[in-house]
């Protein structure tokens, strides 16, 4: 389905800060739709003869719905876009006519013009129309809430036509939470509570406030309730904020063990300032939830820091025997083992320092490459150079991956280049220094990796599947088990020998260990 820009890119001559503006309508209107109880829908003109395209839509949660079927892209023209018409040219609000048919349905149209305000404060143009459409069918007798629902989306509409909502978003806001249902205190212009609806009485009498709240001074009251003076203040301040016809960010308030999430918002028809609307939502529960899952990230992170530790203190102890130890072959295997270790440690020291059981690879890779060329056991100076991103990987698959790219790059170092009898590398004149590429791709759901080198090749009669060191059993055991992936090694089309490793990044739960 097309989005808001891409309809509005192609059938209108919308400037881009019209757009965005269209983009915050869109964002913060599921409060003028529930306070409403119809379905919005946004039209923007396509031409000077009264065609309107429709780019965005929401449905209420409060009511039924106008519309079964989607009314995003649809174009509407002639008669039926009369009201529409109206709104876009007179730019005001229009209520006229009588209810139409939708099917079965009967609905009433009401259009409402969309301003976007200009720099110096001044009403602008109208860029767009909000449909508001009801649905009929199970009309009856208001009660106290729907009344003060309505009158509140009354006046909503109206900002809406003045270029006054929604409010710009805060840094960080990503939603409009909390929503209608949750919770809804509508003030007049000296901030006393005129209306609360039973969703907000519950949230403030978990907070401790057991009496009701009409007549109450509400920035008064979030000052006494909140178990922090600080945060007391400054919610007791967004309502005043919000008074003075600021849209201050939302605040939390914590009392009595419960947590309280609170958005004020101005109201301000036609520029007079009537009073403020209150959004609020008890989220005892999830920031119980986050306090549980805070703790439970640092210890993880403790955990991988103790493993790090705890591998370090395996690597010492190996390197250690290694200096103990009279036979070159066994010392060799003991300092095999300890770059083994130390380039597991490096995944746990990585994990230790982040909330997610993620790692950024490349940093990895180039500190593990860094380290082939320094204790490779040749006397050739070999460079090392990465190609690509290996990006963020999971745990499961790093731990593995960094234990087959050590091995490799200390193959195609230590086998790749071997010295002369005079301590240098046999290599024609004019042949490029001695270099080891690693490179990374994603392609789909899998990561591609390749560790090249432009040394002497592969022997001939090599076994790839069977043939190799320890190390390459090891690399093939983990690629093979631990990545269920593939590995290929084969002589490079220029020189050289390549190892070509895919590994599947959507592990399946069968795949896990």
């Known amino acids: 389905m097309s989005t808001l820009r891409d309809l509005a890119e192609e059938h209108t001559q919308l400037r881009p800060a019209d757009i965005d503006h269209l983009h915050r309508i869109a964002g913060d209107w599921q409060m003028l739709s529930d306070l409403s109880f119809a379905d919005l829908l946004l039209w923007v003109p396509v031409d000077r003869e009264g065609t309107f395209v429709c780019v965005a839509?929401?449905?209420?949660?409060?009511?039924?719905?106008?519309?079964?079927?989607?009314?995003?892209?649809?174009?509407?023209?002639?008669?039926?876009?009369?009201?529409?018409?109206?709104?876009?040219?007179?730019?005001r609000i229009w209520r006229e006519g009588d209810p139409v048919w939708y099917g079965d349905v009967p609905a009433r149209h009401e259009?409402?013009?969309?301003?976007?305000?200009?720099?110096?404060?001044?009403?602008?143009?109208?860029?767009?129309?909000?449909?508001?459409?009801?649905?009929?069918?199970?009309?009856?007798?208001?009660?106290?809430?729907?009344?003060?629902?309505?009158?509140?989306?009354?006046?909503?509409?109206?900002?809406?036509?003045?270029?006054?909502?929604?409010?710009?978003?805060h840094p960080g806001e990503t939603t409009s939470a909390p929503r209608v249902g949750d919770g809804l205190v509508r003030l007049d212009a000296n901030g006393t509570v005129t209306y609360a609806s039973p969703n907000a009485q519950s949230a403030y009498r978990r907070l401790g406030y057991a009496s009701h709240l009409v007549g109450e001074d509400l920035a008064k009251l979030h000052r006494r309730l909140a178990s922090d003076p600080l945060e007391g203040t400054d919610a007791g301040n967004a309502v005043l904020a919000a008074l003075?016809?600021?849209?201050?960010?939302?605040?939390?308030?914590?009392?009595?063990?419960?947590?309280?999430?609170?958005?004020?918002?101005?109201?301000?028809?036609?520029?007079?300032?009537?009073?403020?609307?209150?959004?609020?939502?008890?989220?005892?529960?999830?920031?119980?939830?986050?306090?549980a899952l805070i703790t439970k990230?640092?210890?993880?992170?403790?955990?991988?820091?103790?493993?790090?530790?705890?591998?370090?203190?395996?690597?010492?102890?190996?390197?250690?025997?290694?200096?103990?130890?009279?036979?070159?072959e066994a010392r060799v295997a003991l300092e095999e083992s300890v770059r083994r270790v130390a380039s597991i440690a490096l995944v746990h020291e990585t994990l230790s320092?982040?909330?997610?059981?993620?790692?950024?690879?490349?940093?990895?890779?180039?500190?593990?490459?860094?380290?082939?060329?320094?204790?490779?056991?040749?006397?050739?100076?070999?460079?090392?150079?990465?190609?690509?991103?290996?990006?963020v990987l999971p745990a499961e698959i790093a731990t593995s991956l960094v234990m087959v790219l050590n091995e490799l790059l200390l193959n195609a170092?230590?086998?790749?280049?071997?010295?002369?009898?005079?301590?240098?590398?046999?290599?024609?004149?004019?042949?490029?220094?001695?270099?080891?590429?690693?490179?990374?791709?994603?392609?789909?759901?899998?990561?591609?990796?390749?560790?090249?080198?432009?040394?002497?090749g592969l022997p001939e009669q090599f076994d790839a599947e069977r043939g190799g060191n320890l190390?390459?059993?090891?690399?093939?055991?983990?690629?093979?088990?631990?990545?269920r992936g593939t590995i290929e090694l084969r002589n490079g089309a220029t020189g050289g020998t390549e190892a070509v490793l895919v590994v599947p990044l959507a592990r399946t739960p069968a795949d896990r260990p």
């Open 57 to 91: 839509q929401v449905r209420p949660t409060t009511a039924p719905t106008a519309y079964l079927d989607d009314q995003v892209g649809r174009i509407l023209g002639g008669p039926e876009a009369a009201h529409l018409e109206v709104a876009h040219r007179q730019g």
């Open 244 to 291: 003075r016809g600021e849209a201050p960010p939302r605040r939390e308030i914590d009392a009595r063990g419960a947590t309280m999430l609170t958005r004020a918002l101005p109201l301000m028809p036609a520029g007079v300032p009537i009073g403020a609307l209150v959004l609020v939502r008890d989220i005892t529960e999830v920031r119980r939830r986050d306090r």
């Open 111 to 169: 259009a409402i013009p969309v301003r976007l305000r200009a720099t110096d404060g001044e009403a602008g143009e109208v860029i767009a129309v909000v449909g508001r459409d009801t649905n009929l069918s199970t009309a009856r007798t208001p009660s106290q809430l729907e009344l003060n629902y309505l009158t509140t989306a009354d006046d909503l509409a109206q900002m809406v036509a003045d270029g006054t909502f929604p409010p710009p978003r």
């Open 353 to 391: 320092m982040s909330s997610d059981e993620v790692v950024e690879f490349d940093g990895i890779v180039d500190r593990v490459a860094s380290a082939a060329t320094e204790v490779a056991a040749t006397e050739v100076p070999v460079g090392m150079r990465r190609q690509g991103s290996f990006g």
């Open 413 to 456: 170092v230590e086998h790749g280049f071997p010295p002369t009898a005079e301590g240098g590398m046999a290599r024609p004149d004019g042949a490029a220094e001695p270099e080891v590429v690693v490179s990374a791709h994603r392609l789909r759901k899998q990561l591609q990796v390749s560790v090249a080198d432009n040394g002497r």
């Open 471 to 483: 190390g390459l059993q090891i690399v093939r055991a983990l690629i093979t088990g631990e990545l």
């Open 297 to 328: 990230d640092a210890t993880i992170r403790e955990i991988h820091h103790r493993v790090k530790n705890n591998l370090q203190t395996v690597a010492a102890l190996l390197r250690l025997q290694a200096r103990r130890v009279s036979m070159p």
